[in-house]
């Protein structure tokens, strides 16, 4: 019965894993199965897919290295107040 059941802790691990397509075919049924039963971890994939969208959503910024500079130094000053 073990070989196919996990707990919520190995269901988020892969969960997360999922996000990055690292997960093979056993370790996919045993997640699907556990998610079909449990709500928390079901609600968590949930959400762990929509913050990945969000991030593949963003546009990022290269800052340049003078710009770092002014960025390091302006929080070096507001931490030392």
């Known amino acids: 019965m073990s070989k196919f059941f996990i707990n919520c802790d190995q269901a ?3 969960s997360t894993r999922e996000q990055y397509g ?3 075919p056993k ?3 045993r997640h699907k199965l556990h998610r079909g039963h449990c709500f928390k971890c079901r609600s968590f994939h949930k959400n762990n897919a929509k913050f990945q969208r969000t991030l593949k959503g963003l546009r990022w910024v290269s800052l340049g290295i003078e710009q770092k500079k002014l960025i390091k130094k302006a929080l ?3 931490m030392s107040k």
Do not use: V, W, Y
């Open 12 to 14: 988020s691990i892969l």
């Open 22 to 24: 690292d997960l093979n």
């Open 76 to 78: 070096k000053e507001a």
């Open 27 to 29: 370790e996919i049924f």
